[in-house]
């Protein structure tokens, strides 16, 4: 207590007890202490320390069991849902500029202007990093349950609502399409640290990183599922509704029915995130955060002992019986006892910068650096295609035959690249460890870009294209068996309980800042340095070869910046935390 505080030594002592707990809560309001840190049934960390260290012993032991798969799943399909969300717009883009900017008598066909295709690329990561912020936030301050439910309907309707973009003029149509897709981000952000802290704080600490791995591997099968409903949807409209090429009939090449097209396959986002939202309303709170934050070691251990079907011992460390004789004096006497040694040290506070600081500059900063390349590549990888003439010019086929090529790409990469990149890791992290994979990782896509880049003329020349589209699918395969997974899994193992979905929104949002730097910078950058040959509407860039070459300097960088971040294979949370540690409150 600070010498600022009024001094109540000389008041009675039942006067004194009850004060130095008023001062207590009041003193608790800005470290990060919710109302639910004295809820019911909650004890004094006094009394309680030994039994919550008997809770988080026995979930680092638990055996792997039939609910960790359950978790696996219920949080996973938020990822599934949130990659279609983020990368089906992708796939839709050229149809939409196809359908509300075509000028007659052009001799191309229509695409989006500059300014609205950044603004539709883009605005879905604006509102995720919002999200990510503010739920990572609010994960800490009342639970990481109670907000857990609010991502998954967000992205419900906000994926619906996306695609009743109705409007009497493009304009009207892109800007109801980027109001909804800022919210459904907002939900998406949402999703990241909460899905990655309740499977950390579920997992016992052999296997963390894989179910931690497993859950954001559901992204890959997000990106699959985006590029196989297109296909199939793409695939029975131009069955029923045939069109010719641009070149022969303009008009004619998108069918009015096309516009039904990109607002099913938008729509379809709602039906994986609607089909677990009951159990993902079911799920408990994480004994962790029960334990540590809202101080209730007996709830944490019923919570636990139910869902993992283990015995978690509730009986009282030896003395513990002495110490609680007195029921609401004992209570309060264990909380002038903590009065002592002042409250656990906040975000903003001297001791996380020690502890933590240079933590949070290595997680943030390599997510930050990964993103930018990552998603450069794969929010525009069809330009990537069209530039190696893996897919045909856009005047040669129709609207529809456009999209179907574009989504047979994404979807032939996602499956010979990304997928197998994710269960890469999900399989050798506890066995190499997240630094390993993620130095490898940025490494290989430094070496993969360079080699894309160098010789990119002799790509792009007639029977090379299946050479780059193999180098470019490697390229993804060493991000996602690497530095797009432990990104998200390390700073839901390193950070303090109170702290964790803070510190890792905070890391997520960094990472989303590079996606917008990478969204609307490679959209610009990658354009032609010949005038003639950029797209409609842009000024000339730097191409596509100068482009690569800067993202392999940003994944050199995030390699330099992996060892900022320490190994939590094989350790504890809390021993990577350091929170059960003597002096864990700042002085």
């Given at each position: ?31 990060g202490?919710?109302?639910?840190d ?6 004094p ?23 960790h798969?359950?978790a696996i799943?219920?949080a996973?399909m938020g ?6 969300d ?19 008598g ?23 990093l919002?999200g ?7 994960g ?8 857990y439910?609010?991502t ?6 906000c994926?619906?609502?996306?695609g ?37 704080e ?18 890959g ?22 069109a ?16 039904l ?26 004994a962790?955060?029960t334990?540590?934050?809202a ?6 251990a ?10 978690i011992?509730?009986k ?7 110490e ?19 409250p656990?040290?906040?975000?903003f ?6 502890r ?21 590549q ?10 190696v ?18 989504a047979?790409?994404q ?15 999900v ?19 430094t070496?993969?870009m ?36 432990t ?11 109170r ?15 590079g ?23 842009y ?7 100068n482009?690569?070459l ?10 330099l ?17 350091r929170?059960t540690?003597p002096?864990?409150a700042?002085?």
């Open positions: 207590m600070d010498d600022s505080a009024p001094r109540i030594s000389s008041l009675p002592p039942h006067y004194t007890l009850a004060a130095h707990s008023c001062l207590l809560r009041i003193h608790y309001i800005w470290p202490w919710s109302s639910s004295r809820s019911p049934g909650a004890r960390m006094a009394m309680a320390g030994g039994q919550n260290m008997q809770v988080l012993s026995a979930l680092d032991g638990a055996k792997t069991q039939r609910y798969f359950t799943v219920v996973g990822f599934f849902t949130d990659a279609y983020l990368f089906c717009i992708s796939l839709v883009t050229k149809l939409i500029g196809r359908i509300y900017y075509t000028v007659d052009s001799p191309r066909p229509g695409s989006l202007p500059p300014h609205v295709s950044a603004a539709v690329n883009g605005v879905a990561f604006v509102g995720t919002s990510q912020l503010f739920f990572g936030w609010l800490d301050r009342v639970g990481r349950k109670s907000v439910g609010m998954l309907l967000t992205m419900v309707v994926s619906v609502a996306s009743l973009s109705f409007g009497r003029s493009p304009a009207c149509v892109m800007a109801t399409l980027c109001f909804f897709r800022f919210w459904l981000g907002f939900g998406i952000g949402g999703d990241y640290p909460l899905s990655a802290t309740i499977m950390s579920y997992a016992n600490k052999r296997t963390r990183g894989a179910f931690v791995a497993a859950v954001f591997a559901m992204q099968f997000g990106i699959l599922a985006g590029g196989a409903v297109a296909i199939g949807v793409t695939a029975l409209f131009r069955s029923r509704f045939p010719p090429p641009y070149d022969v009939d303009p008009a004619a090449s998108t069918p009015a029915e096309a516009d097209v990109w607002r099913i396959i938008l729509m379809f986002g709602a039906v994986p995130a609607a089909l677990t939202f009951y159990s993902r309303m079911k799920m408990p709170e994480t962790r955060y334990a540590l934050v101080r209730n070691a007996e709830r944490a019923a919570d636990m002992s139910r869902v993992l079907q283990v015995d011992g509730n009282e460390q030896p003395g513990a019986e002495e609680a004789t007195t029921g609401t004096e004992a209570r309060l006497r264990g909380e002038q006892e903590e009065a002592t040694t002042g656990p040290f906040g975000l506070s001297r001791e996380f910068a020690h933590h600081g240079l933590h949070l500059v290595g997680t943030a900063s390599t997510w930050l650096l990964l993103d930018i390349a990552y998603y450069s794969n929010l525009f990888q069809k330009d990537i295609f069209s530039a003439g893996w897919i045909p010019a856009a005047e040669t086929i129709s609207a529809l035959d456009e999209l179907f090529h574009i047979r790409a979807t032939l990469i996602a499956l010979c690249g990304t997928v197998p990149g994710y269960w890469f890791t399989a050798f992290i506890d066995i190499v460890g997240r630094f390993a994979i993620q130095a490898v990782g940025f490494l290989m896509m070496a993969f360079l080699g894309l880049a160098v010789p990119y003329r002799q790509w792009t020349r007639p029977g090379n294209q299946t050479g780059f589209v193999v180098m470019y699918a490697l390229t993804f395969f060493f991000a996602n068996f690497g530095p797009n997974a990104t998200f899994i390390v700073p839901a193992e390193i950070y303090p309980a702290l964790r979905a803070t510190c890792h929104g905070i890391s997520a949002a960094s990472g989303k800042v996606a917008i730097i990478g969204s609307f910078g490679f959209l610009y950058l990658a354009q032609s340095q010949d005038p003639a040959k950029t797209a409609h509407g000024a000339p860039g730097i191409g596509v070869r482009s690569l800067l993202l392999a300097g940003c994944s050199f960088l995030g390699f910046l992996t060892f900022l971040v320490p190994e939590p294979k094989g350790k504890s949370l809390e021993e990577m935390s929170e540690e002096g864990a700042e002085p």
